[in-house]
């Protein structure tokens, strides 16, 4: 029994220090992002389980440390972004003015539930909002690459006809979703006949970050492919020593992450302010 408890205990520390690398590496990225000196700070966060989102305890942590940023790319410019880590966050506001109405109105909201629409919407006036995002991060040492045909995944570049015919049959909130017009990858593609019907690929961002991105074609949807397209994607993307995000919305998405070992650590939201403070309106 007490090498069973040793084991146990081993497991759970290896576990602890995989959330914590991979956290620590997702963490500098949102901080890079912000493009304003900025940092996720917890002072009861512990070193949570996978996909943990929340500090546990008697104490929970509570507000964003918000931050004057109109150049962050945690949101579309004029917008406020909120992204959530670990038990800490970070938000940015376009002018110092938004940020006061955000610190005011966040302060006392649990760090969990500061990505939910129905909890901002009910503090801040809100005109529009995106998301909220799932974050999902992987580690080579976690990968589990989906088993395929050899030859079943082809790689193309980015800019192959077949490429952009699969690009021009998706609705276009599904290929804006997927994030494939901005790959700076090459293209890992499945066929049919000779019809590219699904693809996979990463942008190149900060922090030596790759952002993954998919689209299947809506008629060979619900079959797979995209988790070998994104199986192949990824692995092109940690043989260059980057980190994979997965940064998704639909639960299908999720799920493909979390099939090739991705850990969920946050999430992130992004919000149209229509006041920037009382009496001020948002242009």
Known sequence: MAADTSDADADTDADAMAHSALLIRARGLWETLADAPVSFTSSSEPPGPAGATEASGPTRPTGPTVVVSPTSALCPPSWAGIVVLGGAAIATAPTESAALVLRRALASVPVASLTRPEVVEALLPVADV?????????????????????????????????????????????????????????????????????????????????????????????????????????????????????????????????????????????????VHAPGGTHA
């Open 130 to 274: 995106l998301g909220p995002a799932t974050l999902a991060y992987l580690s080579s040492a976690e990968f589990r690459p989906a088993s395929h045909p050899q030859g079943a995944v082809e790689t193309l570049a980015s800019a192959h006809p077949d490429v952009q015919g699969l690009l021009r049959s998706a609705e276009p909130e599904a290929l804006a979703e997927s994030g494939m017009e901005e790959i700076t990858s090459p293209a890992f593609v499945v066929r049919e006949g000779t019809d590219v019907v699904a693809a996979a690929g990463y942008r190149a961002w900060p922090a030596e970050t790759a952002h993954v991105c998919v689209l299947t074609h809506p008629q060979w949807r619900g079959r797979r492919l995209a988790r070998h397209t994104s199986s192949a994607a990824v692995a092109h993307a940690l043989a260059a020593g980057l980190l994979p995000q997965w940064r998704a919305r639909p639960p299908a998405s999720r799920r493909v992450a979390r099939s090739l070992g991705f850990r969920e650590l946050g999430s992130q939201l992004s919000i149209h302010l229509e």
